[in-house]
């Protein structure tokens, strides 16, 4: 039986990759519970209040890891909808090449994203 | 009177596939949708699909109808109709070889690749490899799989990477062998499934679970794979 594998998936292991994307989920789903209820408690927010929420260590912690989720599970379902619809079965023998494109597309941006967004919330 | 649609693709003589309507007066019975095909064709003998057993045994006629798969042989019209149509296709996402008859190829050899036979390196005992009553129950809900199809090929994951995605048949008979106490490939097994497409293209859609004629429940298998996989590497 020839071995499946492909190097341009997150963690180039199905078992991984899932896990992942259940921990990045759960990470994101715990950030959005937060923002929302803390939105809620505050509805007359200003900067101030909010630069000095972000600006705390805890918050700093809560906000790399969403960033990281984020990117991490992006990475992994989008790799997943270009492997399903960007094919040489859907499209011919040119989705090859337009599949690395995407791909590295998508990884070059995921990355940029990741690189920008972690600046931004570990330098307030 | 029933209106009866039938794809028709004959790759010899039509271009492309097409849709065929019959009148077909059921006078008030309830057939199986076999009989209905049955009966067209002994008017229209062009009419090409599988049938066999007739009983739901052998999975011969696994097809599309009314959008949904199922067996045409315990189908009843009460169940399937929708109005006064019958709509029946091949089963989606393999190549159509005429008519309803699609070719398989595809869907055996994933079959193939989670080696559906016992695996066992210990010396053969002198009568036969006996299991507790409690470990032969452990296969029930697995064995019972006639490898109709109807499963894989209402699974968008399966239409997408045919070749890779090994389908809801293939992984409920995967777990049928890695549950059975008798087979000692385990290991070996498992790592034929851990990469990122044999098992993980399943997201749980469970469109598996809705069309089984044989109500088997391959979301599950594949989540006892998943568990087991998960369970030697972390």
């Known amino acids: ?124 | 009177m029933l209106k009866v649609s039938i794809y028709r693709y004959n790759p010899e003589v039509d271009e492309a596939p097409y849709m065929q309507d019959y009148d077909f007066d059921t006078q008030g019975e309830d057939l199986m949708v076999l009989d209905v095909l049955g009966m067209l064709k002994a008017k229209d003998s062009s009419i090409s699909y599988r049938r066999s057993c007739r009983e739901g045994v052998c999975g011969s006629d696994g097809m599309n109808i009314n959008g949904k798969n199922g067996l045409a042989c315990i189908t009843p019209l009460s169940e399937c109709l929708k109005g006064n149509k019958l709509v029946i296709r091949p089963l989606p996402g393999l190549p159509v070889i005429r008519d309803l008859v699609i070719d398989m190829s595809q869907f055996y050899a994933q079959y193939e690749k989670i080696q559906p036979y016992l695996v066992n390196n210990q010396p053969a005992p002198g009568i036969e490899r006996l299991q507790s009553q409690e470990d032969r129950a452990k296969l029930d809900g697995l064995y019972e799989c006639i490898l109709c199809a109807c499963c894989s090929t209402s699974c968008p994951s399966f239409w997408w990477n045919p070749e890779k995605f090994i389908g809801p048949a293939g992984l409920l008979q995967a777990y049928r062998f890695l549950a059975d106490t008798r087979d000692t490939d385990t290991e070996n097994r498992l790592a034929n499934l851990e990469d990122p497409f044999s098992v993980f293209r399943c997201h749980g859609i469970q469109n598996c679970v809705a069309v089984c004629p044989k109500g088997l429940n391959p979301t599950r298998a594949i989540g006892h794979i998943r568990n087991m996989l998960l369970r030697g590497a972390t």
């Open chain 1, 1 to 124: 039986m020839g071995v499946i594998t492909n190097i341009t998936s997150f963690s180039r292991n199905g078992l991984s990759d899932w896990l992942l994307q259940r921990v990045t989920a759960v990470i994101i789903t715990v950030y959005i519970c937060f923002v929302t209820f803390y939105f809620l408690a505050q509805p007359n927010l200003d900067y101030d209040q909010w630069r000095n929420l972000n600006g705390l260590f805890s918050m700093k912690v809560l906000n790399v890891l969403t960033v990281v989720s984020i990117a991490i599970h992006s990475w992994i379902g989008l790799w997943g909808v270009l492997t399903d619809y960007v094919t040489v079965r859907l499209l011919g023998p040119k989705a090859t090449f337009l599949r690395v494109l995407f791909q590295i597309g998508m990884i070059t941006i995921t990355l940029i994203y990741l690189i920008w967004a972690l600046d931004i919330v570990w330098g307030i």
